[in-house]
């Protein structure tokens, strides 16, 4: 039995959904990571911490990559947080 259509959704949102969820969940994590870490005076826990917390927050934004109707929103706000990020990394320096 086929799939109901308006539930699926077309080969380019699909294609977008995909690299949103790992390619922009890595970078969005990884830069989380790293701006938390800008911050923080004792890092020693951090990298313990993070070997965690990484794969579960990139799990999550996968997630929530694929839950989403639109892939450009997705990535819209995936690029939107990166920036934050990639700024408060910078101002910490």
């Not at 086929?2 to 949103?20: D, E, F, H, W």
């Not at 934004?61 to 990639?86: C, E, R």
Request: no cysteine; aromatic share 14%.
């Amino acid at each position: 039995m086929p799939a109901n259509k308006k539930y699926v959704s077309s080969k380019g949102q699909r294609v977008l959904k995909i690299t949103a969820g790992i390619l922009g969940g890595y970078v969005l994590t990884v830069l989380f990571h790293n701006a938390v870490g800008s911050f923080l005076e004792e890092k020693g826990g951090l990298i313990i911490t993070t070997a965690y917390s990484s794969f579960i927050l990139w799990a999550i934004l996968m997630v929530l990559a694929f839950l989403s109707k639109n892939g450009w929103k997705v990535w819209g706000i995936y690029v939107l947080l990166s920036v934050v990020f990639s700024i408060l990394i910078f101002i910490s320096k």
